[in-house]
């Protein structure tokens, strides 16, 4: 790639022409012109141990598979993940001038990201540079995503910048994403292929600004490549609320593993602010395994404080003793007590797993560790029933005595789904409590 930057890293060779690295997290992406990078360089032995990714490449040196993993169990992407890296493992292959993404869960199988994409199908130019991309669902029709984004398309600049452009199934512009409306971009990296500005721009390349007032968003990052900071900036390259989360800047405190340990928010004047979401800024505690253990909220002052709109301050995780099944998530006051979310309706969820690491079973507690029904919702439980080759058979609400009952707005207490092998389809039937097929 024109844009691609050398990435030190422990590796192992797995034969002579194949080899893995190991990184604890990976790059902040804004856009899938970008490679996939490695931050912070892990021995095997230290990736054995927690929460990594995992990079494969062939002969030539290329990427063919990244995979998130505690140990050597697959594992779904957590907080580390970016916006293009959303399953546990992404396979690459090279056929001509294509690069072919496919995306499977920790049980290897296919799966589908950002709605019903089960590929994503790059061109390359003669000189390896990405210049579209599109996607295509399981039967290999062309699709959009769940941004609405059907295709990108770049163009290398003289300078190494690049031109993004994006459109729909009908050929329309697309945004960025849907909470960041940026539609043609002018994207600036740095000599390492890190991305440090995206400028909104019009057809002759002039600085337009969306309806938040921004048009820039600049990107710092430390010497190891983790993500410390964004400023937002109108046309005049003067600072700006706007975007999400409608700030004008944003600062990281990274640990020594790459993870973000803490964010601030900042006005145009860079004093604190409250996010468009809430809070002034939040601070993580991480386990040895690289899971977050606790979620605190802070004020103005850095300090733990209630959330602006939802009052809770902290969430704590609980994870089983191997660190891979999260078993319990609570909200907490300011005193660390039990609080009763004001929108959710319960004050903590617990999850049960079988012996093979599967979610069959989700309870919603209150503050004394009783079943409660969800806001709207009408049930306190839900039930999972796999089958042997992992796949949801049955789907269950229950009340709070345990009881099947109807989801208030679907109508449906339980759901089932039959899988025909040979034919490769599956069928899914919805039932109410008294086992009436809707």
Known sequence: MLLLSLCFAHSDQINSSTKIEYFSTIQFMETPFQDFKGIISL?????????????????????IKISFLLGNKLRNPNFTANYFFLSPVIKIDYVGNKEI????????????????VYKE???????????????ENRNGEKIQNDWNIARYKWHIQNDNTVIEDRFSLNSESAPM?????????????????????????????????????????????????????WTVLNKNHQLKEGNAPNVAQGKNLINKYGYYESTLYYNKELKPMVNAYGYWGNKLELDGFGNIVQHAFLDSKGNPGP??????????????????????????????????????????????????????????LDRD??????????????????????????????????????????????????????????????????????
């Open 307 to 364: 959330h602006t709109r939802e009052g809770l301050v902290y969430i704590k995780y609980t994870y089983d003793e191997t660190g891979y099944n999260l078993i319990r998530t609570e909200f907490l006051d300011i005193e660390k007590k039990p609080f009763l979310h004001p929108m959710a309706g319960y004050a903590s969820q617990k999850d049960t797993f079988d012996d093979r690491d599967r979610l069959i079973r989700t309870d919603f």
């Open 369 to 438: 560790g009783n079943n409660v029904s969800i806001t709207g919702t009408g049930f306190s439980s839900i039930v999972r029933e796999l089958d042997d080759k992992n796949r949801m058979v049955k789907l269950s609400h229950l009340d709070a005595d345990g009881k099947l009952v109807n989801e208030t707005r679907s109508g449906i207490a339980y759901l089932t789904v039959t899988f025909d092998d040979e034919k490769g389809t599956s069928e899914m039937r919805r039932f109410d409590k008294d086992g009436n097929q809707l």
């Open 177 to 229: 994403r849907p909470d960041l409306i940026f539609h043609k971009l002018k994207l600036h990296f740095d000599h390492r292929g890190f991305l440090v500005l995206m400028q909104n721009i019009d057809d002759s390349g002039n600085l337009i600004e969306n309806a938040s007032g921004a048009a820039q968003d600049k990107l710092e990052y430390n010497a190891d490549g983790s993500f410390l900071s």
């Open 43 to 63: 021995t095997k032995e230290e990736a054995m141990k927690r929460n990594h990714y995992r990079f494969e490449y062939d002969e030539k040196e290329r990427l």
């Open 101 to 116: 993404r496919t995306f499977f869960d920790r049980f290897n199988r296919p799966i589908p990201i950002r709605g019903t």
């Open 121 to 135: 199908i790059f061109e390359l130019d003669e000189n390896g540079n990405r210049t579209t991309l599109h996607f």
